[in-house]
């Protein structure tokens, strides 16, 4: 398997504009998160998913964030509109069942200018 | 709720001295425990996991976890530090629903 995969790697867009980040998780794991990365707030759990359904979303920062997770194999983290401070580094992660590591992938820097 | 904290930022080492990463948790039910690095421009990788059983869990590069549930710690450890070893350290808690939540990191710097 290819691990996690995110697209874009990286991404920089005007303030206002819609971003959508992707996610294709490792085959067969069973559970889905998202999280940002900055250097004042360290790494927040924004939302996770157990087999396509979102179980705690209570890190989604505000309404304009929201994520969906349509079938096993794909996710997405959506932020309408943008606004600088939403820039960093965002990751999407997958894992087995509970007691497992969670794999990574390689993260989208996002930039709101 | 559940929570996990690393109370140093930094911790700096000398090459071949042990080093130890601190980490503590607070979790309702049985704790799942893990240690993640992040090098530069990278994701975390996974380095080692306490599910149950031994209070010493061993991992990836040498590094070792001993569980302490009394203390509520996770503290990672190496008897000798390389440079290489230089990156930022996350300790993590996940609980019985599976959700995993992370420390504020502590950047590791060893020193030749």
């Known amino acids: 398997d290819a691990g996690v995969i995110q697209s874009p790697r990286h991404e920089v867009t005007e303030m206002g504009q819609e971003v959508t980040l992707r996610c294709k998780p490792i085959s067969g794991h069973d559970y889905l998160f998202w999280y940002r990365q900055t250097m004042m707030r360290g790494l927040e759990l924004l939302i996770y998913?157990?087999?396509?359904?979102?179980?705690?979303d209570s890190g989604m920062p505000e309404d304009r964030f929201s994520a969906k997770m349509p079938n096993a194999s794909f996710s997405t983290l959506k932020i309408q509109p943008s606004e600088p401070r939403d820039s960093a580094v965002y990751f999407c992660?997958?894992?087995?069942?509970?007691?497992?590591?969670?794999?990574f992938g390689q993260g989208t820097r996002l930039t709101v200018v | 709720a559940q929570s996990v904290a690393q109370p140093e930022d930094q911790v700096n080492v000398a090459e071949g001295n042990p080093l130890t990463v601190k980490c503590t948790y607070s979790?309702?039910?049985?704790?799942?425990l893990f240690w993640y690095v992040q090098y530069p421009n990278r994701g975390l990788q996974f380095l080692l996991k306490?599910?149950?059983?031994?209070?010493l869990v061993k991992g990836s590069y040498g590094f070792e976890a001993e569980f302490n549930k009394s203390q509520t710690s996770f503290h990672l450890k190496k008897p000798s530090a390389l440079v290489s070893d230089s990156a930022l350290y996350f300790c993590?808690?996940?609980?019985?629903?599976?959700?995993?939540?992370f420390g504020q990191g502590t950047e590791l710097s060893v020193k030749p």
């Open positions: 998913f157990n087999n396509n359904v979102p179980i705690d």
């Open positions: 992660a997958s894992s087995l069942r509970e007691g497992s590591q969670a794999f």
């Open positions: 979790v309702s039910g049985n704790p799942y």
């Open positions: 993590a808690v996940r609980d019985e629903r599976g959700k995993l939540i």
């Open positions: 306490y599910i149950t059983g031994d209070n």
